[in-house]
């Protein structure tokens, strides 16, 4: 069983096609019989896509800093919650418990979890890659100013060291393997 970390949004104020979109990586995860790893929380893209891995028969482990627990808004679909501290201790255990790291469309925190992971990739704490589901070019912008840095010499490795891209549910499987 694979165990697959998703980022992606805590916000339910975006256009429905992110939600289709991350229902299909979701139902993806759990046709396979997968696992997702992941914030852990009821609201937005997390809650969407954890509902989709269930319905097509996969399990879902949330990592939640108690912090949140203390809120409530822990989703009610969890078959397995791992509690933390905070957020950055949080986010080690979603990439040392991961196979693969996805990130869907989100804000800050998706973008502090996609640091937090090529940051210490960059250093050699580990090897993994965020995939980038790129629905609609959301990462365009990101990437292209990546690029810009690489060229610039900002970077000490290439970028595909770091990030891979896919564009559709077919690439996230070329990609995987899975
Ligand atoms: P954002 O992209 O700013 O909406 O933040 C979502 C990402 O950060 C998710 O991948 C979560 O792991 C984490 N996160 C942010 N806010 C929350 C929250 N209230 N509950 C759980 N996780 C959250």
Not at 82 to 93: A, G, V, Y
Request: glycine fraction near 10%.
């Amino acid at each position: 069983m694979i165990k697959i970390g998703v980022f992606c949004a805590a916000s339910d104020k975006m256009d429905s096609s992110y939600f289709e979109h991350a229902a299909q990586v979701g139902q993806w995860i759990g046709e396979k019989g997968n696992t997702l790893v992941y914030g852990g929380a009821d609201l937005g893209l997390m809650e969407c896509v954890a509902q989709a891995v269930k319905s097509a028969g996969g399990k879902v482990i949330g990592v939640v800093p108690t912090k949140l627990e203390e809120k409530g808004r822990v989703s009610h679909l969890l078959d397995k919650t791992i509690p933390t501290c905070n957020l950055s201790d949080r986010k080690d255990i979603l990439v040392e418990l991961s196979d693969y790291l996805i990130a869907l469309p989100g804000g800050v925190g998706t973008l502090d979890e996609i640091f937090h992971v090529v940051a210490a990739a960059s250093i050699g704490y580990h090897s993994k890659k965020v995939i980038l589901y790129n629905q609609n070019g959301f990462y365009d912008t990101l990437l292209k100013m990546l690029d810009e840095m690489a060229q610039k010499g900002f970077m000490r490795h290439n970028l595909s060291s770091y990030f891979l891209v896919a564009n559709s549910i077919e690439q996230l499987t070329e990609i995987t393997r899975i």
